[in-house]
């Protein structure tokens, strides 16, 4: 990410979690893996603690707006945030 800002920083007591607003400035739109990368490196916070919620633009704009959650733990995460269908259902084989 090129440039980097972060917009809001709250903390989050009830569900012991940052909730972070930011923008960056990027050529092209950043997956959530980069994004999560970023989050661990500059918050030191393990990448399996953090969710990315939304990563958003403008039309024909190179500014992205993150809204990501840093939680204290991985069991706190998996306990609060929903989990899509696929990953519930899918069969282990």
Excluded: C, W
């Amino acid at each position: 990410m090129e440039h980097f800002k972060i917009l809001s920083q709250k903390e989050n007591h009830l569900f012991k979690r940052k909730e972070i607003h930011a923008e960056t400035k990027s050529k092209m739109m950043p997956n959530k893996n980069q994004v999560s990368a970023f989050f661990s490196e500059k918050f030191s916070a393990p990448v399996e603690n953090i969710e990315i919620k939304k990563i958003d633009s403008r039309f024909g704009s190179d500014v992205f707006y993150l809204t990501v959650f840093i939680y204290d733990s991985k069991e706190l995460k998996d306990d609060i945030e929903l989990k899509s269908k696929k990953a519930v259902s899918s069969p282990a084989r």
